[in-house]
């Protein structure tokens, strides 16, 4: 089946650890997306992928790190110095052209 | 002005009505929508694209565009209380870039039996 998933499903944090969330499409998708969504809130951009070993901040970068070193996979990392980083974080891609955007099931982080 | 901006609600309709979603949006320039549906606890499902003025119908499901208002709506026929979910809009950012999109708020629907 083709798809995008985020591991792990829940992931709770101690305050002053790092964590990385996986995500992971293998519907061949050029472009890859990351979001952060707070109750109220909606759906608020950290990083985006267009292409391989390249990456672009979205509106809320700061206190969180990416890579993209192959087209499947767009790992989060979310770093000591992000504040507030208790929230649902959201993995998406599209193909290149359309702008149409597919959504994995997400990942819902609980910092302690 | 935020880019998208949806009427927050929450929207509440009987079983059978017909539930209208609304949109506006700031960017004169923008081509294309998005209407995802949002269960509570799981992520966004896309239902419904719509790139060109006027109705596009799926279903259900009726997306409308007037560019010259500014606006996008989604009105759901014969509601049900599985459509009872989150509303979510979106469209290009700003800038014309294809490659991101900016997210309304959301609107709460809820069918009532």
């Known amino acids: 089946d083709g798809g995008i998933t985020q591991s792990p499903k829940y992931l709770f944090r101690k305050e002053g650890q790092n964590v990385t969330l996986s995500c992971e499409q293998n519907l061949n998708h050029d472009a890859m997306y990351w979001y952060r969504q707070d109750p109220g809130q909606g759906l608020r951009l950290i990083y985006y992928?267009?292409?391989?070993?390249?990456?672009q901040k979205g509106d809320i970068a700061e206190g969180y790190s990416v890579s993209r070193e192959k087209k499947e996979s767009f790992p989060l990392t979310v770093t000591s110095a992000q504040k507030n980083p208790t929230a649902f974080y959201l993995c998406?891609?599209?193909?290149?052209?359309?702008?149409?955007?597919?959504f994995g099931p997400g990942t819902r982080l609980t910092v302690l | 002005q935020k880019e998208v901006e949806q009427n927050s609600g929450p929207l509440s309709v009987p079983e059978g009505a017909i539930a209208s979603l609304n949109c506006t949006y700031s960017?004169?320039?923008?081509?294309?929508f998005f209407w995802y549906r949002q269960y509570s606890g799981k992520s966004p499902e896309l239902i419904m694209f719509i790139y060109s003025n006027g109705d596009k119908e799926d279903g259900r499901f009726t997306a409308q565009l007037n560019k010259a208002s500014q606006y996008v709506s989604l009105l759901i026929r014969d509601s049900q209380p599985s459509d009872s979910a989150t509303y979510l809009c979106?469209?290009?950012?700003?800038?014309?870039?294809?490659?991101?999109?900016?997210f309304g708020k959301g609107t709460l629907l809820t069918v009532n039996p």
């Open positions: 979106a469209g290009p950012h700003s800038g014309g870039s294809n490659y991101k999109l900016t």
């Open positions: 960017d004169r320039g923008s081509q294309s």
């Open positions: 998406a891609s599209k193909t290149r052209g359309l702008d149409t955007q597919y």
């Open positions: 992928s267009q292409i391989v070993n390249d990456f």
